[in-house]
């Protein structure tokens, strides 16, 4: 059953290096979720360069950079992606908005609080690294899903940016998923490996929500400008996106806290600049 707790419930999909595939998760995801059900909208945060919009085959009037720069509303953004999915593009070399100002991250905000109650999850593509940008948006959230590979870069780098989010921002809590497995043990192996990086140098808690398999389907669904799980749906990489959209909509109906029905961003935000300042 739905509850109110449920709605508006905010998730980044994140990671230390670019190329781990977070933008096909976050459509595929997107996808999946809304063929369980739930309303989604999605925010192509890679503000300098987005392409969320390249790999779902649409081709948006205007962007973020609209909103941001020629003032524009952010309903007249929205654009309808497969399965009802909404989506938020992004500019792509527009070389302002690769660090927001306070303004336009306040801007960007209460724009984005216009739109309470118009979806169940908002799903945020946060491009990679270690900018103010990333750490905005990942602060910005309830849940913050961090990709890595089984490469040692990938690893490292999300280590970087998990212990920036840690250290600097009091974010103690992660999910992760293992993109790009060759087997049904490396994902696990994999984060394991991270949580043992973690241990050593800072203070977290992490989740496994699982692995996608590396999966040619992939980057030809890419080359059609479709996401993988409508062009190939039984896919290896598919199931793989079905079974964390499941884990995701278990976690989404139980840990929320109860009553939360407002888009509290703000709130959030407010609650934890008071607890670093404390
Ligand atoms: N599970 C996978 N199997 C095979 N190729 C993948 C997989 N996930 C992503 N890719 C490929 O990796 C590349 C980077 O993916 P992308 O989603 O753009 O990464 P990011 O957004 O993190 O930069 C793309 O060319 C995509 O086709
Ligand atoms: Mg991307």
Redesign the pocket.
């Known amino acids: 059953m739905e509850t109110n707790g449920s709605k508006n419930r905010v998730i980044t999909i994140t990671?230390g290096k670019?190329?781990?595939?977070?933008?096909?998760i976050v459509s595929n995801l997107a996808i999946a979720l809304a063929k369980f059900g739930k309303k989604i909208l999605l925010l192509d945060a890679d503000l300098g360069l987005g392409n969320l919009d390249i790999l779902l085959g649409l081709k948006p009037k205007m962007n973020l950079s609209d909103v941001l720069m020629e003032g524009k509303n952010i309903k007249d953004m929205i654009i309808e992606g497969p399965m009802g999915v909404k989506i938020l593009p992004a500019s792509s070399g527009v070389l302002e908005l690769t660090n927001l100002s306070e303004n336009q991250k306040l801007q960007l905000l209460s724009e984005l609080e216009s739109l309470n109650g118009a979806f169940d999850i908002l799903i945020i593509d946060t491009g990679?690294g270690i900018s103010s940008n990333v750490m905005y948006f990942n602060i910005a959230a309830q849940d913050i899903i961090v990709?890595i590979t089984p490469e040692p870069t990938s690893i490292h780098d999300s280590l970087a940016l998990m212990k920036i989010l840690s250290s600097n921002y009091d974010e103690k809590y992660f999910k992760v998923i293992v993109?790009?497995v060759r087997n049904p043990k490396e994902g696990f192996e994999v984060f394991k490996k991270l949580m043992s990086l973690i241990e050593e140098s800072f203070e977290a808690s992490v989740d496994y929500l699982g692995q996608?398999?590396?999966?040619?389907n992939?980057?030809k669904a890419?080359r059609k400008q479709k996401a993988v799980i409508e062009s190939f749906p039984d896919s290896t990489?598919s199931m793989d996106f079905f079974k964390i959209a499941e884990k995701i909509c278990a976690f989404q109906s139980k840990e929320l806290p109860k009553g939360n029905i407002q888009f509290f961003w703000k709130q959030l935000l407010e609650e934890k600049k008071n607890k670093k300042r404390t």
Do not use: E, L, P, W
């Open positions: 990671s670019g190329g781990v595939g977070k933008t096909n990679a990709i993109n790009f996608i398999s590396y999966d040619r992939v980057s890419v990489a």
